[in-house]
Every structure is written in structure tokens, then in C-alpha cells.
């Protein structure tokens, strides 16, 4: 496996429902990103990891909760999620948090809430 | 606060040249990224500016003008692959790299 990896690549769940996105970069990169990308509205940043330290917390609401156990893997738990929360679920990942480094971007997770 | 502008869609014939203008008002700028984002894919990265003048990688060129808060992007030669989303984003220098990305361009590429 190469670049940036995500699972599963379409959720469905009801609101009670509680899930998790997972994101694998196989890149040697030391930071990592979630975005959320809605119809019709830019990609939004939620969280940024350093070195598995989060760094950036976007205003995010509680029923999001990212993990990030070592610097390849970061996960998105989520627990009573919104209808007005389904989107697309971008993981990225950088060489560090600094400078000019692009992001490499994960393929997303289509979530859907009922 | 920030503001990211791009056209929301634009078309053009294969062969063609297009450009793709961005605009922005940011405070902390340190950078523009051009990614490019195929339906249902991952973006992936064509550009990055920071100082203003002219960036040219094959058949794809970026522009930045850091006085104007103004950027382009110029594909060259199109063709049908080419038909994407593109997307303008913003690198603030908040003790860490934090892109803000404008709404994506929709660029449909015909015969």
C-alpha cells in the first residue's frame, strides 16, 4: 500500500449510531489532518496532529472525536451524529506542520446520516 | 476574517486554454496551493506559489500576485481528463500548516 488510505469508503448510520473512520499513510509523514468536504462548500478543516499531539481543534463538535495512537494512523469516532453531518470525510498527511509541504490526500469516506 | 473566491464553474473545448482565477483576503498568508479534485476522488496537488510571479509544470501554470491577493491557474492544451474540480487554498502561518480552501472550481472540458 501507498499514499494516504481510508475505510471504509462509504458509511451509513442512524443518528444513535456509533462509528469510526480510519485513515493510514504509509508516506513517513509526521502530521495528519481531518477535513470535512460538503456539497457545495469548501473543504473545512477539523483536526491536525503533530507527531500524534493535536495541534488544532476547529471548533468541532464534541460528537466528533479524533484519535491519533502513533504517526501513521488517526481515526474519526463519531457518536449521535446529525443528518446535517454527512459528507465527505478527507484524511491528509504532511511531512511536518510546518513550511511548505503539499498535503497528500486520502480518497474520503462518503458518510450518510439518517 | 477570510475570503476565498473562485468562479464556480467554467467550460471549455478540448485543446483550449483556460484560466482559473482566485482571489483571496487573509491575514497570516504564507502560500497558495492549486489541488485538483476528480469526482468522488481524493484532491491531489498541482501548485504551490509564495513568492508572486509564474510556476510552470508542463501543460499546467500558477500565478500569484501576493499585492493583489490574486492567483491563477492556466491549464494548457486541455483535454478531457482534464474536467475536474479545482481547488484554491490558502496557507496561514498559525505556528502550523493550516490550509483554508475556497468552494473548487468545476471545469468541464468537451469535444
Known amino acids: 500500500e501507498t499514499g494516504v488510505t481510508q475505510t471504509p469508503r462509504h458509511l451509513v448510520m442512524g443518528m444513535t449510531n456509533k462509528k469510526s473512520l480510519k485513515c493510514e499513510q504509509h508516506l513517513g509523514h509526521n502530521a495528519m489532518y481531518w477535513y470535512k468536504q460538503s456539497a457545495k462548500k469548501p473543504l473545512e478543516l477539523m483536526f491536525v496532529y503533530s507527531l500524534e499531539e493535536r495541534v488544532e481543534n476547529n471548533s468541532v463538535p464534541s460528537r466528533f472525536s479524533p484519535e491519533c495512537p502513533n504517526s501513521s494512523h488517526l481515526f474519526l469516532h463519531l457518536h449521535t451524529l446529525q443528518p446535517e453531518d454527512s459528507a465527505l470525510y478527507l484524511c491528509?498527511?504532511?511531512?511536518?506542520?510546518?513550511?511548505?509541504?503539499?498535503?497528500?490526500f486520502g480518497p474520503g469516506t462518503r458518510l450518510t446520516v439518517l | 476574517g477570510q475570503n476565498i473566491d473562485q468562479p464556480t464553474e467554467m467550460t471549455a473545448t478540448e485543446g483550449a486554454i483556460v484560466q482559473i482565477n482566485c482571489t483571496y483576503q487573509t491575514s497570516g498568508f504564507n502560500g497558495l496551493f492549486w489541488y485538483q479534485q476528480h469526482a468522488g476522488e481524493a484532491p491531489t496537488f498541482l501548485s504551490y506559489n509564495v513568492l508572486d510571479g509564474l510556476e510552470e509544470k508542463g501543460r499546467f501554470s500558477s500565478f500569484l500576485s501576493r499585492s493583489k491577493g490574486y492567483s491563477y491557474l492556466l491549464l494548457k492544451e486541455l483535454q478531457m481528463k482534464d474536467s475536474a474540480s479545482y481547488l484554491c487554498?490558502?496557507?496561514?502561518?498559525?505556528?502550523?500548516?493550516?490550509?483554508?480552501f475556497g468552494t473548487g472550481t468545476r471545469l468541464l472540458v468537451s469535444p
Open positions: 491528509a498527511s504532511s511531512q511536518d506542520r510546518h513550511a511548505a509541504n503539499e498535503q497528500f
Open positions: 487554498a490558502v496557507k496561514k502561518d498559525t505556528g502550523f500548516q493550516k490550509l483554508v
